[in-house]
């Protein structure tokens, strides 16, 4: 049963706003008065590890945009806001109804549309990136029709009319105001250019990747070795977070037991953990804008023999996938190979029982292109990376899926954690 220890610290978490990820080992949060568990309170930052993307970088980025532009025929790139903003200009600016706007160019220096209020804001942030110096911000007053600012920059430039890309998140009435302005020009989608840069990862984007997945699977075992029966899924969601904020990191899990853990993701019923439960719980955290995506089921208590059954079909599902995965191989190829293991040890046909694609693709954002799905022909290249999750869903009693982050090298795929042993050794 849960301890009352367990109880009181759970109980008054969700009053705290937030653990410190620098507290010392063992230390009692002041913020709740009571100790974390010992697994949680063993864990020590890790945020140091993390080096940030540098200017210097993402003038890279910029440079590479425009090479994929003057091959795609695209005279200039906009975007508004969301993770390409920040991977090309460093700026995390929210949506709202006011048009920001940086636009690359394919030729010529890139510039920006702003709120005339919010210039200061602007300028501090992309100081921090690329474009720096005299940068060109062109702002708007409330009364004002920013999308002639977007076209005259565009003219300034020499583009008059021809192709110019959008971002795929950008709101339509953003890119049907330029397009309003700009008659002459042509709006098409600029995905070609975005996941063209965003889909092959560097060494040091990799590189945080690695380490968002691990400090995900540490906080994971920590919250799985404080797992106490009573709990509620909230509980435990709970203890993950904490883990996470203890390793240096923001991060959390989707938790989900029993008959619901049939569904891929999840319920909102309360649920409680009991003896013999079984555990789905999915989610990740952020280093340095960088996504983590993990799955791990496991039982308290001792599983039933359907149970370990179908966590070994999955497992060998997963295992399909990996070996399947290799430069050159079509994207569609990797869920195929996961789908006949499950579907050939009598989980099909098709999708029911597997009920979604074997993986999507990671970076900024914790779902991006490229997707192993039926239907994909692009081949897969060294420092693309996906999630690897083949799933078995039972309606009305179990699921189970595995799901470690994997990236392609020049020879084959390799996972950035551990994989699940068995339900009742998942770390």
């Not at 190829?333 to 040890?345: E, G, M, N």
Request: proline share 5%; net charge negative; with cysteine.
């Amino acid at each position: 049963m849960l301890s009352r220890r367990s109880f009181v610290w759970l109980s008054s978490l969700s009053g705290a706003a937030a653990l410190s990820s620098c507290a010392p080992v063992g230390r009692t949060d002041e913020a709740v008065g009571t100790s974390l568990p010992p697994a949680i309170a063993a864990l020590t930052s890790m945020r140091d590890q993390a080096q940030p993307i540098t200017a210097a970088e993402r003038l890279t980025r910029a440079e590479r945009a425009r090479t994929l532009m003057a091959g795609a025929g695209i005279d200039a790139l906009m975007l508004t806001s969301g993770t390409s903003m920040v991977y090309f200009a460093n700026v995390q600016w929210s949506g709202g109804e006011r048009l920001f706007a940086v636009v690359i160019p394919v030729k010529g220096e890139p510039f920006a549309v702003c709120p005339a209020f919010e210039e200061e804001r602007a300028r501090e942030q992309l100081a921090l990136g690329p474009f720096t110096g005299n940068f060109d911000v062109r702002t708007w007053q409330e009364h004002e029709n920013p999308y002639e600012l977007v076209a005259q920059g565009l003219r300034d430039r020499g583009i008059v009319s021809g192709r110019v890309g959008i971002e795929e998140t950008t709101k339509h009435a953003f890119s049907d105001g330029v397009a309003a302005a700009a008659p002459a020009l042509r709006l098409v989608s600029g995905t070609a250019i975005t996941a063209g840069c965003r889909m092959v990862k560097d060494a040091h984007e990799l590189e945080l990747m690695r380490l968002a997945s691990h400090v995900t699977w540490q906080a994971y075992k920590a919250a799985y070795d404080s797992l106490e029966e009573g709990m509620t899924q909230n509980d435990f969601g709970k203890l993950v977070s904490a883990a996470h904020t203890q390793l240096g990191f923001s991060g959390s899990a989707g938790v989900q037991t029993g008959e619901y853990s049939a569904l891929p993701h999840g319920s909102v019923q309360p649920q409680v953990v009991r003896e013999g439960t079984i555990l789905l719980i999915d989610g990740g955290c952020k280093v340095e804008g960088y996504s983590s995506d993990i799955s791990r089921t496991f039982v308290l208590g001792t599983p039933t023999q359907k149970m370990r059954d179908v966590f070994d079909i999955e497992r060998r599902a997963q295992d399909a996938a990996l070996a399947a995965a290799a430069p050159g191989v079509e994207c569609q190829a990797v869920d195929a190979a996961a789908r006949k293991v499950i579907v050939d040890a009598g989980y099909g046909p098709d999708y029911e029982y597997f009920t979604h694609r074997v993986g999507h693709g990671m970076g900024m954002d914790g779902h991006e292109w490229p997707y192993l799905v039926r239907g994909n022909s692009l081949p897969l290249a060294p420092g693309m990376t996906f999630s690897d999750e083949p799933g078995i869903y039972i309606r009305g009693e179990f699921g189970v899926r595995l799901e470690d982050d994997m990236v392609i090298t020049e020879t084959g795929a390799e996972l950035f954690t551990p994989q699940s042993e068995s339900l009742e050794k998942p770390f």
